[in-house]
């Protein structure tokens, strides 16, 4: 196989409009997929790890090879709309690690739909260490107040296309994952769920999902404060 063949596996050349066309029908299912997970308690398989004192409830399922981690918490004085103004991928993305490197925006595919780069360093924690992510981020508001912000990765070879893969860095997997954030009764309040769906490629071992589990309460946590401290 000669080295331009090797080059046309690897990537995908694709319209704008084809682009626009996949990412929105497969945004489309994450949102649907996301509210299923939010929508579901005990049932469907979770497994609820630990709820701690502050509320925040952490549970994990798994769906053939993915491991399914899901954090919830009842927040206070906090409508959907001041949530999901800091709960965006990148914002998201800077409470995982204090090494990540780069996150921006790579291109707006519509209004409410846009592509994103999030690059981690050589001390980052493990799945994440010396990565880079091409995601699609997708915010949605449903008629009965809910706010879902969908976001997932793009094929690796359409992600080649739009950004070859520098030498130094691997590029990772996030499945189907993002934010559910439910209007209650309470317009001052909202649940908030947020599900991350991994493809460790082998076994996942344990002090990762501890980790994990810390990195998900974390995530609320420190959004909730950025919540507070942000102007209405």
Known sequence: MNTSSVACSQSWSISEESLRRYVHFASESCVQELLMSASNDCGDGWKIL????????ISKRRSGSLHIFRSRCLLRSVSPQQFITV????????????DLVEARYIKDVEDNLSIIRLKFGENSKALFRKREFIVYERRESMEDGTVVVAVASLPKEIAAGL???PNNAIRGLLVQSGWVVEKLDDLNSCLVTYVLQLDPAGWLPKCFVNRLNTKLVMIIENLRKLVQTTPP
């Open 50 to 57: 630990l709820t701690l004192d502050n509320g925040v409830e």
């Open 87 to 98: 709960a965006n991928a990148i914002d998201s993305a800077k409470q995982w690690d204090p």
């Open 163 to 165: 950004l070859p893969k």
